[in-house]
């Protein structure tokens, strides 16, 4: 029994930092899904309510929102990233968004702690969200 005990103790230790590497990459993926469907989500209320909106990325804050005139100073909406998952860049950055009108190119890079990084691209023409996976230059 301790000899079944004590492979099933080295397998496990062998095989978790790959474990928790391969759960930070799911993270990583899902929050690069959920930034996506919460820009779609943002242009689609701009376009069904006919009413302007600003989307604010703010990597101090580790946070994406939208304000309309609507809302004030509260955002109408808050994209929350789990712990782990950080924007990367250090000044906030502001799209204001109109009806009827072209769609600005929004580009967001989320990255998790083991260094991973996934870019968020919505194309200004056909306001469709792109992944990508951006690989570090050695």
Do not use: C, H
Not at 13 to 25: K, T
Not at 82 to 87: D, E
């Amino acid at each position: 029994m301790m000899i079944v005990v004590s492979i099933i103790a080295a397998i496990a230790s062998v095989s978790f930092p790959s474990l928790v590497s391969g759960l930070a990459g799911v993270r990583l993926s899902s929050s690069a899904g959920d930034a996506a469907s919460f820009f779609t989500s943002a242009l689609n209320r701009v376009e069904r309510r006919e009413q302007a909106a600003a989307i604010v990325v703010e990597p101090a804050l580790n946070r994406v929102a939208v304000f309309t005139a609507a809302s004030g100073t509260k955002p109408a909406a808050e994209l929350d990233l789990p712990p782990g998952i950080t924007i990367e860049g250090e000044t906030a950055r502001r799209y204001v968004v109109y009806p009827g009108g072209a769609f600005p190119l929004i580009d967001l890079v989320l990255k998790n702690e083991k260094g991973a990084r996934r870019r968020i691209r919505i194309d200004p023409v056909t306001a469709v969200p792109k992944i990508e996976r951006v690989e570090v230059k050695p």
